[in-house]
């Protein structure tokens, strides 16, 4: 497998942000998640739930509603605005204030033409949506107070609305009020608090189901104004619900991290008498469950712990497959570590702002698996704090450790740093080209001379020295979609660019004609890590799906490897693992090494070595050691994982030869999380 000296990283305290919306595009497959920071990340649910695209938030504008209107996704928050997203370059298209104060909730009607929001002020706010925005059209009847959760009913002739101790019933073509049902505020001491109503669901036949603070699912008649039957969940609070499309199964999500479905079934086989039944409980999470989104063959959850959980209802799986197996995602699909090969430095991203760090120093030798004597302590070199509200959405630090730069949805930054023995200054570069007003990526050529950024599908190329940088040239394709670039991948020898955007498109240019040179044959699975060659020039690609191709760049088609992988196919382990790779990198003492990593493992392919049937042993490092040298080789295989290490967000093969692994436990952002609701356990 090869003997690295590991830099074991684990001062990188990055921390997740909790979850507070989620919304499911039934048409495209799309999952959109807001988190408390403002974020907006979409998923492919259809590839393995790859995180494609990441909107960055600002500071104070967080997020309590989403809501899709047909391919276009709506948000709101305490600010009072009502955002659109521009999901094709990753940012805010567009904000408009309601004038209804802070607002709590948002959904969109099934014919896709409108949108209600209600607000602190207590009204329902409709707006039309129209071409390129939305268009303000009437209030419906003012309320005492505030609006906290809404739902249409499928036909869009009316909406429900959840308030303190009260669910309204509105005719949208009048703005008038046919019902208002009173909740009851519960037994005990619970009976002096107001009841709110966290979440509301209308459903078809005209029952609204509703989930409140007193831990109780209600149901609902909207033709008399009557409880029909109630189902108590919790002690606790419910604070969302979820209906599947067919409406015949439903999902409350509590205060305690449980999640709580209930069926409408018959309580005897082939009576046509069905009736709401709590059938299961999933305890997924440790703290409040702020929102669910039951999908085709799943339920999301997410919540305060910050974690994006899919689970399975195997009733709604006909063939056990990856898709039966339960996901959690705990960490973002993109890099937030960044490392200068050359000099030893990490840079990482934080929301807010950036750190610099040395790596430490140790003795040079060692027994495989020992601990090595520090000589010298890793060291803080620099904390960059971002101007202005908006967020970091990607950053660099270039291969010699002289420049760094980042960008957010409105602005770049670029920055040259000096080193003065341990003094550590910093200029800003002032006067940059127009090109370079913010990017989706970026990243710097091997020998740091020159800066890629992108925009939408453009890649603009800036050199840089010691007068500071000029524009060189910008890059486009030939001919394709206008997704936004996700990933960049530099050759060593400086002639290679490679591109690769959410459909899936990967576009390969010569640096030195500054032309498009050829594109890659597109792939059903987008493409989650990619590096080239500094040997071969060949572009090796991994995807969601965990597939992986090697593209010959100077001959433009697949390598005799890469077809050998997809004729003979990858071993089951291999492609049942959740979570997708993140880097590829070349050891340039061994050319047949490809180093790969994900959130759990780092692996090597040997491709020298055959590849491992279904029947081989996978994961076989230990039976390989206890073998005698001369039956290690039939035994062996290309794949040589690594699980020493675990909640990886980087791994980076440095210059000496040695690697960078930056871990982030799950115990430790455990700790920095607020406390849960404390629950008597037996016997305590």
């Known amino acids: 497998m090869g003997e690295f000296k590991v830099h074991r990283v684990r001062f990188f305290d990055y921390m997740p942000s909790g979850i507070r919306a989620l919304a499911f595009n039934r048409d495209t497959e799309r999952l959109a998640v807001a988190r408390m920071d403002g974020s907006v990340e979409i998923f492919d649910c259809a590839d393995r739930y790859y995180q494609e695209k990441f909107i960055p938030g600002k500071e104070q504008c967080g997020i309590e509603g989403l809501s899709w209107v047909g391919d276009r996704l709506f948000g709101v928050g305490l600010n009072g605005g009502i955002t659109e997203y521009d999901l094709t370059n990753q940012k805010v298209k567009y904000t408009i204030d309601a004038y209804g104060g802070p607002i709590w909730a948002i959904t969109g009607n099934q014919q896709g033409t409108h949108l209600a929001v209600g607000c602190e002020d207590g009204t329902v706010k409709l707006f039309e949506v129209i071409e390129d925005t939305i268009q303000f059209q009437r209030n419906l009847d003012r309320q005492k107070s505030r609006i906290i959760s809404l739902s249409w009913h499928p036909s869009g002739s009316k909406i429900a609305a959840g308030m303190m101790d009260v669910i309204q019933v509105f005719n949208v073509e009048t703005g008038h009020s046919l019902h208002r049902m009173l909740v009851d505020r519960g037994v005990g001491t619970s009976r002096g608090k107001e009841c709110v109503v966290w979440s509301v669901v209308y459903l078809s036949n005209g029952t609204i189901i509703s989930g409140d603070?007193?831990?109780?699912?209600?149901l609902w008649d909207d033709q008399t104004g009557t409880l029909i039957k109630s189902h108590i969940v919790t002690k606790c609070d419910?604070?969302?619900?979820?209906?599947?499309?067919n409406e015949d199964s439903l999902v409350a999500g509590t205060s305690e991290g449980t999640v709580v479905q209930f069926q409408f079934i018959s309580l005897v086989l082939g009576k046509d008498d069905k009736e709401w039944f709590r059938t299961r409980t999933f305890k997924n999470h440790t703290h409040d469950i702020r929102a669910l989104a039951e999908i085709?063959?799943?339920?999301?959850?997410?919540?305060?712990?910050?974690?994006?959980?899919?689970?399975p209802l195997l009733d709604k799986i006909e063939v056990r497959s990856v898709a039966s197996a339960l996901r959690k995602f705990y960490f973002p699909?993109?890099?937030?570590?960044?490392?200068?090969?050359?000099?030893?430095?990490?840079?990482?991203?934080?929301?807010?702002?950036?750190?610099?760090?040395?790596?430490?120093?140790?003795k040079e030798k060692g027994t495989p698996g020992s601990s090595l004597f520090i000589k010298r302590n890793p060291e803080k070199l620099l904390h960059?704090?971002?101007?202005?509200?908006?967020h970091i959405r990607c950053s660099a630090v270039s291969p010699c450790g002289e420049w760094i730069v980042y960008s957010t949805a409105s602005s770049l930054r670029l920055y040259r740093l000096h080193f003065d023995n341990n003094n550590v200054s910093i200029t800003k570069i002032s006067k940059l080209p127009k090109v370079l007003s913010s990017a989706n990526q970026l990243c710097f050529s091997s020998d740091s001379s020159y800066l890629f950024s992108t925009s939408t599908q453009s890649v603009h190329i800036v050199s840089l020295s010691q007068e500071g940088c000029k524009f060189v040239s910008t890059l486009k394709p030939k001919s394709g979609s206008n997704q936004a670039i996700h990933l960049l991948a530099a050759s060593e020898d400086g002639k290679w660019l490679a591109s690769a955007n959410s459909d899936h498109e990967v576009h390969i240019y010569n640096l030195q004609t500054r032309k498009a040179h050829c594109t890659v044959p597109i792939y059903s699975s987008a493409v989650t890590a990619m590096g080239i060659h500094p040997a071969t020039n060949c572009l090796f690609m991994m995807h969601a799906d965990q597939q992986m191709f090697e593209f010959s760049i100077e001959l433009k088609q697949y390598t005799d490897w890469s077809r050998?992988?997809?004729?003979?196919?990858?071993?089951?382990?291999?492609?049942?693992r959740d979570t997708p790779c993140l880097n590829v990198m070349f050891n340039p003492k061994n050319p047949s090494h490809v180093i790969l990593h994900d959130a759990y493992m780092f692996c090597i392919i040997d491709q020298s070595l055959p590849l491992p049937d279904d029947q081989d042993l996978f994961y076989n490092q230990l039976t390989l050691k206890s073998l005698p040298?001369?039956?290690?080789?039939?035994q062996s295989h290309a794949f040589k994982v690594c699980k020493t290490f675990k909640d990886i967000l980087c791994v980076e093969l440095m210059s000496d030869q040695s690697l960078v692994v930056v871990?982030?436990?799950?115990?430790?952002?455990?700790?920095?999380l607020p406390a849960p609701i404390k629950q008597k356990k037996f016997a305590t």
């Open 213 to 218: 603070s007193v831990g109780m699912v209600k």
């Open 238 to 245: 419910v604070l969302a619900l979820s209906v599947s499309q």
């Open 296 to 311: 085709t063959t799943a339920v999301v959850s997410g919540g305060m712990d910050a974690q994006l959980v899919v689970r």
């Open 333 to 362: 699909h993109r890099r937030l570590v960044s490392c200068a090969k050359k000099a030893g430095l990490m840079l990482f991203q934080y929301t807010g702002y950036l750190e610099l760090w040395r790596l430490g120093e140790s």
């Open 384 to 390: 960059l704090k971002v101007k202005g509200e908006d």
């Open 564 to 576: 050998t992988v997809q004729r003979k196919g990858l071993h089951r382990l291999w492609l049942e």
């Open 629 to 634: 040298e001369d039956q290690r080789k039939t």
């Open 663 to 672: 871990e982030r436990p799950l115990e430790d952002i455990a700790t920095q």
